[in-house]
């Protein structure tokens, strides 16, 4: 397999498409992770999701839909080698699911789009990441330790220093007057 989690091998000729990213947006955009240049491809045709080892499709509102082994779906679970439709191209998915990541029964038919709310921090879906360190760090209850590595005395902190919440040994908040 070329792609990092799989390919789509169009039946008919035409090039393999390498699914690089475990999540993909394929349509006719230019803007679209995967570009398919066929009239009846919408914009943006469906998303694929690599979950629990396995790849879902899910239909964004197209024209022409999607289908699985020949059935209309919506969002389904593609498991390998079965023909997947995207409007009128066809395709057969490659992939393997235990180096994608799956152990034990297979998941759901249906990918479950609320779950994937819960699966990584709100503000990361947003783009927004928590630091890896610290900005300051409490230690042994007297000393502040700040990114660089320079420490003082909490009791020497500047007395325009009005509150400090404390989570997990950081300091959460810092609320200066």
């Known amino acids: 397999m070329s792609g990092t989690y799989g390919d789509l091998i169009?039946?008919?000729?035409?090039?393999?498409v390498p699914l690089m990213k475990d999540e993909l947006i394929v349509g006719r955009s230019d803007s679209c992770d995967v570009v398919l240049r066929f009239s009846n491809i919408s914009g943006q045709h469906c998303r694929f999701v690599l979950s629990?080892?396995?790849?879902?499709?899910?239909?964004?509102?197209?024209?022409?839909?999607?289908?699985?082994?020949?059935?209309?779906?919506?969002?389904h679970r593609v498991d390998p080698d079965v023909k997947l439709m995207i409007a009128?191209?066809?395709y057969v998915i490659k992939y393997n699911p235990v180096q994608n990541g799956a152990a034990g029964v297979k998941p759901a038919d249906s990918y479950n789009v609320h779950d994937e709310i819960f699966k990584s921090k709100l503000l990361e879906k947003v783009g927004i990441k928590k630091p890896t360190k610290p900005i300051v760090e409490l230690d042994s209850g007297m000393i502040v330790k700040d990114l660089e590595?320079?420490?003082?005395?909490?009791?020497?902190?500047?007395?325009?220093l009005v509150k400090t919440k404390i989570k997990d040994n950081y300091f959460d908040e810092l609320v200066f007057d």
Request: a positive charge.
């Open 149 to 160: 590595g320079s420490t003082m005395d909490k009791n020497k902190l500047s007395p325009a």
């Open 52 to 75: 629990e080892g396995y790849w879902y499709v899910i239909d964004l509102g197209s024209t022409n839909g999607v289908k699985v082994n020949g059935i209309k779906v919506t969002n």
């Open 10 to 16: 169009p039946i008919g000729g035409g090039d393999i």
């Open 88 to 90: 009128k191209q066809t």
